[in-house]
């Protein structure tokens, strides 16, 4: 078979990692992929959101399979296109993804069909939005409706930490047309989960629980970012946990978006909020999470390629999926400086040394190859991941491989998976 994955970041990295294993597999494209997949696929310059290059590109080089990672190609289209040409690709069709392209559709649709979620407004004026802040004490959730690459999501504890969300978002338009509408709701408390799952429109197979690190400093502490580090399997998700999320949340999610013509075939991510017993989804994904899915896949010991299919073909209820009895921790290296702005061209050293460590895997999510060495360019650049038995045992792997690698501004957090620990 001949694969094309779409993206070019971390988690397209660690698909194509995983995908590589796969003896069906004699070709991997990336489009336009990153310095660090160059062993094992052939990097496309097509940009991710380039769909009618990207499947020119497909239908010319007979691909078999395309794999979507990034959300914006799914909200623009890019499985309605390909199908139209009669491509094989993974992923949900537009009107499906809307379910992460509009927080605003996917709040509504909660409330809808009952699945449980924080109570929330919708504002389409910043006048009627400050109004609410005024009459409605605190601590709010600020929310651009669109697609705001993971730094849409604003908690505020203050009526004036509030207002400058809201200006951020509505008026300097800091995620552009994403702030056309804002949604405030109730700010929930607990642990916050990444539960994915893989459903072909009927039925549902679900990956082991995450758990994601947003916030950039320590403790959670600064603005939200795409992700500073990851863990699975999460041990406050117990089995009996898992089924009630499945069948209170991910079931009536899907069935009843096949309901309204929104048949929702491939990845579904919801981020749960737990609070004991009680489960409340504060949004969901229509695809991989990134970095949940560097720990997901280094766990995974079956072949991902029969899943894809099934889930393509609509008989995921016949399929299974074996996976390590041990943990997985990334740790995300970033460029000092992000989420805001940050240098990029800056040697990298220590990649071959920290990758020769048995049980961890560098993902490459911001790197440039030139002349034989690695460079920083993006904001988020590495993402260390170490398999262990135990959480600390992971943990502990993970860190010893970061503290072996190194550039000019290079930052991660130092309490990935910590919580872990308290709850293991």
């Known amino acids: 078979m001949k694969i094309l994955i779409v ?18 597999v004699t070709k991997i494209f990336c489009a336009p992929g990153n310095g660090g997949m160059k062993n094992i696929v052939e990097c496309v310059p097509i940009n991710a959101n380039n769909i009618e290059n990207l499947s020119d590109f497909a239908q010319k080089n007979k691909i078999d399979l395309t794999v979507v990672g990034p959300e914006l190609p799914l909200t623009l289209g890019i499985v309605d296109k390909f199908r139209e040409k009669d491509l094989k690709i993974f992923g949900p069709i537009q009107r499906a993804s809307e379910i992460e392209g509009s927080k605003v559709f996917a709040k509504n649709f909660m409330k809808k069909h009952g699945i449980p979620t924080a109570p929330f407004y919708i504002f389409n004026s910043i006048e009627s939005a400050l109004s609410h802040i005024e009459n409605t004490a605190p601590p709010f959730v600020i929310k651009a409706d669109g697609l705001a690459a993971g730094k849409g999501v604003i908690p505020v504890k203050t009526r004036k930490e509030a207002e400058e969300a809201i200006k951020l978002i509505m008026i300097k338009k800091a995620f552009g047309d994403a702030g056309n509408k804002v949604i405030i709701e109730d700010f929930l408390t607990g642990e916050e989960i990444s539960f994915i799952v ?11 629980a995450s758990q994601d690190h947003k916030p950039i400093f320590d403790g959670d502490k600064g603005p939200n970012t795409g992700g500073m580090g990851a863990y699975s399997p999460a041990p406050l998700i117990t089995k009996g946990l898992s089924k009630d999320i499945i069948s209170e949340i991910f ?10 013509n929104r048949i929702y075939k491939g990845v579904l991510y919801g981020g749960l909020m737990l609070e004991g017993e009680r489960v409340k989804v504060l949004e969901f994904n229509a695809r991989f999470g990134d970095p949940e899915t560097q720990p997901l896949l ?6 991902i390629i029969p899943v894809l299919e099934s889930v393509i073909e609509g008989r995921l209820e016949n399929c299974r999926v074996e996976w390590e009895d041990k943990f997985a921790v990334c740790v995300v290296m970033a460029q000092i400086g992000y989420p805001e702005s940050y240098d990029k061209g800056n040697l990298i050293s220590g990649i071959q040394e920290a990758e020769s460590i048995d049980n961890v895997k560098i993902f490459h999510s911001g790197t440039a190859f030139k002349d034989g060495k690695f460079y920083t360019a993006g904001g988020r650049v590495l993402g260390v991941t170490a398999l262990g038995d135990s959480i600390g045992s992971a943990i502990e792997l993970a860190y010893h491989a970061v503290g072996m690698i190194s550039w000019d501004g290079a930052y991660y957090r130092k309490d990935i998976g910590r919580s872990a620990l308290n709850n293991a």
């Open 7 to 24: 993206g070019g970041g971390g988690r397209e990295h660690a698909i194509a990692w995983k995908i590589a294993q796969s003896p069906k």
């Open 198 to 208: 893989f459903t072909d429109g009927k039925d549902i197979l679900p990956l082991p």
């Open 251 to 260: 079931l009536p999610a899907v069935h009843n978006m096949a309901s309204e």
């Open 298 to 303: 280094m766990l995974m010991k079956s072949d």
